[in-house]
């Protein structure tokens, strides 16, 4: 037998290991990521893509088109119109001619769907309309005045959540000041490529309403539909001064998220809006420049797969999860050094430094979070805060672990959990970036189109199954330090994620796929938190999990249970499901040798076998967001495997 064959997990986990000590591997959405960077790049001034980054470019959108030529908006979807359109124009920016095959049959897709282009969704819309590709009088209004509104008002983007603020704020900068850049000879040969009729005999008014796209799975509300109507009106002949002050405002929100960020913005989208809006108003220096160069932080290059920009970077929480998993099975030296060096890099990682106070940002104080990357990122969220919390205090429980890490100081722990609190909702769950700011019957205001439950950042079940058991670690760590406050967020905790369970006893996750992924949460957070075993709703829970596994052994489910609310199984066992499974039973109480367990533990082994005996295969993906976002965590497949075959029964523990 080779060493290949004989390595174990935790060992093959240890060889994913940065130099740094962090644990981070990509997280897969979309090739209209890479899309939208051409495009900022080509507009931003005279700094075209280096050869290696320009053939990067090309097998990526070769490696993710669909057979019938056509792109989707994530990883396992169908053709999309707007990853479709995005990806044509991103390919003749670079150069590719127009017979060329990866467009040719881009643009037999795009007209075999009269009106494709023009029903396409707002963001789509805005990206052709500053290339002079689509005039702005087709776009359903996105007036930057209502940045100006007071900040009660309760539709002020201050209270939408912070993917949609600042997605809003970057694009009514755009569509406010109807910016235009020039593509020069192209624009004439893209408009006739695009559209299915001549450019200057379509009717864009007409279509300012209309979508028809795969990707609509919000369509306006009538309500949203009647405020654009009004807003339209304004639109016609907007104030002057009004217009002026709402565009300084727009670029104030977008350049205080930059300066805070380090450049790289939320996210990469939201950072390269932001960049279009300032790249209309200056002229292409050098400084220009180095602000695109800043989103460099965003992308993965390889061979294979080419040069691609993920949504996130996910060091934090990758690392924190892979600490958890060390810390489950017995260690080894080579394990033991790799939890030390991950440790002091996690411990950095913590927000030491406010925000401005000056900055009228709409943001929650940060002090005290982590990110879910790095603390460069400067925009923490509760869970990952959790998690990196509960890494460190399950790695301090650990003696020969604690032996080699260096001691977590207290304060650090204090601020972690104070960041914490500050998330928790009014119903006792826990959000992610801020604090909800709407009802949740806000979410039939809507303006997103593609996107469902986005619009205020509420409270998830993993995030509370996180919350709660990072705060009953720290109580049990610390039992004198704020623990009346603790004890009333925990309660309140537990009876928000009873309250979340479904009648089959089941929790549905928002994060991940679906209601595998919830339930675990759920029940770590609900049993470490202190709930019994015997309690009926760890009980429904286990019920749950025993009753959807499947013959071999193990546990799947398809991304289309984010959207149907019905837990649909995939054709094969999946190995980060099958672990979440396992570890949720594990911690609902079933003893190490129950039957469930191992079944789901040698379906982990056979999987890992069929791989060559190390590390797990790349399967469907196992991450989402906003139920329609579709993201492949690559850690996944191989931290969550190699936790759930070292970790132990409580009874086993003891």
């Known amino acids: 037998m080779t060493a290949l064959q004989t390595s174990s997990p935790l060992d093959d986990l240890c060889a994913l290991q940065h130099d740094d000590g962090r644990w981070e591997a990509e997280m897969v959405w979309s090739a209209g990521l890479l899309a939208h960077y051409v495009i900022a790049r080509r507009v931003a001034g005279p700094w075209p893509m280096d ?5 990067g470019t090309l097998r990526q959108f070769e490696v993710t088109r669909l057979p019938d030529g056509a792109w989707p908006v994530h990883l396992e979807g169908e053709g999309s119109t707007s990853g479709t359109v995005l990806a044509y124009v991103a390919l003749r920016v670079l150069g590719v001619p127009p017979d060329d095959e990866l467009v040719a049959r881009a643009r037999r897709w795009l007209h075999a769907r009269p009106n494709a282009v023009l029903h396409m969704p707002s963001m789509a819309r805005v990206w052709l309309a500053v290339l ?20 009660w008002f309760p539709l002020h983007p201050h209270r939408f959540s912070c993917h949609v603020r600042q997605a809003y704020a970057g694009m009514s900068q755009l569509y406010g000041a109807k910016v235009r850049f020039d593509l020069g000879e192209l624009t004439e040969p893209l408009r006739a490529e695009l559209y ?6 379509i009717d864009f008014r007409a279509a300012r309403f209309r979508l028809d796209a795969p990707e609509v799975c919000a369509p306006p509300s009538a309500a949203v539909s009647f405020a ?16 002026r002050a709402a565009l300084r405002r727009s670029v104030a929100l977008t350049e205080a998220d930059r300066m805070a960020s380090g450049g790289q913005g939320l996210t990469v989208l939201h950072g390269l ?34 040069l691609r920009f993920t949504g ?11 600490l958890r998993a060390c810390a489950a099975a017995p260690s080894t ?16 990682q913590q927000v030491t430094e406010e925000l401005p106070s000056s900055e009228n940002t709409g943001r929650d104080p940060v002090l005290g979070g982590w990110c879910f990357s790095d603390a460069a990122h400067r925009w923490p969220v509760a869970d990952c805060t959790a998690e990196a919390l509960s890494a460190l205090l399950v790695v301090r429980e650990r003696a020969d672990l604690r032996a080699v890490t260096e001691p977590v100081p207290v304060r650090a722990l204090v601020a972690g959990v104070k960041f914490i609190l500050s998330r928790q909702n009014r119903d006792g769950g826990f959000a992610t970036y801020e604090r909800a700011r709407m009802p949740r019957v806000f979410e039939r205001l809507n303006m997103t189109e593609t996107y469902v439950d986005c619009m205020s950042d509420h409270s998830y079940v993993e995030c509370t199954g996180s919350c709660i058991a990072a705060l009953a670690r720290f109580r049990r760590a610390c039992p004198s330090v704020h623990a009346r406050v603790i004890d009333a967020a925990i309660r309140r905790g537990v009876a928000y994620l009873k309250s979340q369970q479904r009648p089959d006893g089941s929790y549905r996750g928002e994060w991940g796929i679906t209601f595998t992924y919830g339930t675990f949460f759920a029940l770590e957070g609900l049993v470490t938190a202190g709930v019994s075993r015997s309690d009926p709703a760890i009980a429904r829970a286990v019920s749950w999990l025993l009753a959807t596994q499947r013959r071999d052994g193990g546990w799947s489910e398809h991304h289309s249970s984010m959207l149907s609310g019905v837990h649909t199984e995939l054709p ?17 109480g079933l003893p190490d040798d129950h039957p469930a367990v191992q079944r789901g533990r040698d379906r982990l082994l056979a999987l890992r076998a069929d791989h060559d005996g190390r590390g797990w295969p790349k399967q469907a993906a196992n991450g989402a967001f906003y139920g329609s976002g579709v993201l492949d965590y690559r850690l996944y497949k191989d931290v969550f495997p190699t936790w759930a075959l070292g970790a132990h029964s409580a009874e086993a523990r003891a």
């Open 51 to 55: 050869a290696d980054d320009v053939r």
């Open 132 to 151: 002079g590709l689509y005039e702005y009088e087709g776009i359903a209004p996105i007036t930057p005045e209502l940045l100006l509104a007071p900040t």
């Open 196 to 201: 299915d009729r001549p450019y200057r005999s």
């Open 228 to 243: 654009y109507r009004l807003l339209s009106l304004y639109e016609r002949r907007p104030i002057p001064a009004l217009r």
């Open 273 to 306: 809006l932001g960049h279009l809006g300032h790249a209309s108003s200056a002229p292409p220096t050098a400084e220009l420049h180095r602000r695109i160069l800043a989103f460099d932080v965003w992308r993965w290059h390889d061979d294979q797969e080419g």
């Open 312 to 322: 996130a970077r996910s060091s934090s929480w990758d690392t924190a999860f892979a």
């Open 333 to 348: 030296p080579a394990a033991r050094a790799a939890v030390a060096k991950a440790h002091r890099w996690l411990l950095r």
């Open 572 to 588: 094969e066992a999946h190995a980060a499901m099958t672990a979440w499974a396992v570890l949720a039973l594990l911690a609902g």
